[in-house]
């Protein structure tokens, strides 16, 4: 694994995808356990968790539908703290177990507000998975119930993240290179 250049920022190799594959197999398992006999509904936050979603969604053991949303706050290396709906649910979620598909807790701004907005839905329940996890840099009392991989406060891009919508199609996760 080499270096990669985007937008003059240098980023080195962080997460093998064999590492993240062998990750999402475990998720995956476990998921399947906990919903057996039940018919979740995976609800992937695009753009970022597509990836994720695609892999996980397909190493489940059990009945599973998957719809989508997209929501978008980030801009560059920073949040705007907004979250902005680019495109919304069609679905009636009353009554269904959603399972939340992110790349990336960071703040948590995100996952809190789509959570809140899902409960007042009438959701029987609701479960957030990610693949990724920044608990230094919390903003909200939120935490996945499933996690990838816990990480420090870094800026990172690959299999989904972006930067400035670029780099999402690498297959392994980078890091922003220290000065
Ligand atoms: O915990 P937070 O600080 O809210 O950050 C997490 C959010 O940031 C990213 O989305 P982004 O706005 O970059 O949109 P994208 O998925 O289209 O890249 C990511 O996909 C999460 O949804
Ligand atoms: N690409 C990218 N998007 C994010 N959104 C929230 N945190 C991050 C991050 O570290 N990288």
């Known amino acids: 694994m080499d270096k990669v250049t985007y937008n003059g920022m240098t980023f080195v190799p962080y997460i093998k995808e064999s590492t993240i594959q062998g990750r999402i197999t475990e998720i995956a398992a476990q998921i399947t356990n906990d919903y057996s006999g039940l018919r979740p509904l995976f609800l992937c936050v695009l753009t970022g968790a597509f990836p994720f979603a ?19 706050s980030y801009e560059g290396t920073s949040t705007t703290g907004k979250v902005k709906e680019v495109m919304g649910l069609t679905e009636n979620l009353e009554g269904r ?30 479960k957030v998975a990610s693949l990724l996890f920044k608990p230094e840099s919390l903003l909200h009392d939120v935490k996945p119930d499933y996690t990838g991989f816990s990480i420090p406060s870094k800026f990172i891009i690959g299999f989904g993240l972006d930067l400035d919508g670029l780099a999402r199609n690498l297959r392994d996760i980078y890091v922003l290179e220290e000065k």
Not at 54 to 72: N, T
């Open 54 to 72: 695609a892999d996980l969604f397909r190493s489940v053991g059990i009945d599973a539908e998957i719809s989508f949303i997209r929501l978008k």
């Open 97 to 126: 177990d959603v399972i939340v598909i992110e790349d990336i807790v960071d703040t948590g701004t995100t996952i809190k507000e789509l959570v809140e907005d899902l409960k007042a839905k009438g959701t029987a329940s609701v």
